[in-house]
């Protein structure tokens, strides 16, 4: 059984006070009435309630003074005021403060307990999220980074001192290396680590898209902007704004991205008015920007924009000291999701992965290891050898992908099949609605960046679907 919830009353009317006690009461709640302000602050503990009530106009002390000093100890702590003399600056007074509600005399039992209901909702939301953004902030600790090799632990240092710091990173690396990860680390040990971490990857939009993604867009500013649209980078205000693969960023996008970061404003498309944001901006690439900025593909002042910081992530062959530790922390993850109980690899299939190459790096060997458990039988407690053959090569060289044309999805690997099934699946939607992306991604639940992204991954062609 849930813990009934406490709220303490404050109003200089005694007969209201008992009113609304009894109501509480009648309705489930705990609740103390209190006619004298000073007193109920006296026995005022920020973890002892769940709700504050108060009048507002009350001799000695008004409940402004009440609401200040409760939010002083107890900032996310709802609390609602009532008035017999609501007025509009009064309200927006009293709101700018941080209460919650205004309930206006006189008002029936019924109403207060609405109200109440709604508080309490509120404060249960602000909980969950509080208790979210701790799990993130755990779940992207360094501690849960995995790994001990040199290199690692010379990027998670150079991590620590800069997370701290607000200002703009680079991060480079083979693909599947983690960039993102280091990114989202970043994120949730800075100052900003309350508020959003939003991501785009630059090569998963075409360059019509993307710059509507980033920024917005007005309605009317082109054929098909029905209404006003909010842009990625708007979306993360206050927080953190991460480009992937920002090497695949046109030049007209580029020169939008610079303003931004010199001026802190932009102007979405459409608009003649600038948008402001605050937001602190994370990049990443596999490519090699400077080469890029030599053959004038990329913008040199923008790079030195992104590149006041550079992390370089190493590549998972050259710290294979950390690959029984992912191996083992893969396999904790498949078998918390799926029920299983396999304890690891058997010595010769270890030794196979510790000399593999990995061109695909951590994002490969996640992959691999999750095939793996999906081949593993009833019963086995060790990953084998013959069921790690199936795919990688023991030559260091990554098997050639199989022919999913050529045979059915009961002879197919577990990935397979299941890309099989999704390219299939896109196929078939863009075919029901005319090849029209944006309708197919909503009646497949994803947003457009997501349909393009696995419309490149697939291959899938136009006349595939036309």
Known sequence: MSQKKRILLIDNEAGLCRMMEQVLLDNGYLAKAFTDP??????????????????IKMPGMSGLEVLQKVKEQSRDLPVMMITAYATVDMSIQALRKGAYDMLTKPFEPEELIYRVKNALQQSHLLEENRELRQELRGQFSFENIIGTSGGLKEVLGKVGKIAVRDTSV????????????????????????ERKFVAINCAALPETLLESELFGYKKGAFTGAKENRQGLLEAADGGTFFLDEVGNLPMNVQKTLLRFLQEKEFIRLGDTTPTRVDVRLLSATNADLKQAVKDGTFREDLFYRLNVVNI????????????PQLAAHFIRLQNQKFGTSVKGFEREAMQVLCEYDWPGNI???RNVIEACMAMVGAGEDFICRETLDQFIDTDGAPRENIPVAAAGASELPFNAALERFEADLLRSLLKRHGGNIDSAAREAGMNMATMYRKIKKHGIKREEYL
């Open 38 to 55: 000073r007193k109920a602050l006296e026995e005022f503990l920020p973890n002892a309630w769940d709700l504050v009530i108060t009048d």
């Open 170 to 193: 680079l991060i480079t690396g083979e693909s599947g290396s983690g960039k993102e990860l280091i990114a989202q680390a970043i994120h949730y040990n800075s100052p900003r680590h």
């Open 312 to 323: 370089h992530l190493p590549s998972l062959r050259e710290r294979t000291e950390d690959i």
């Open 363 to 365: 994002r490969q060997l």
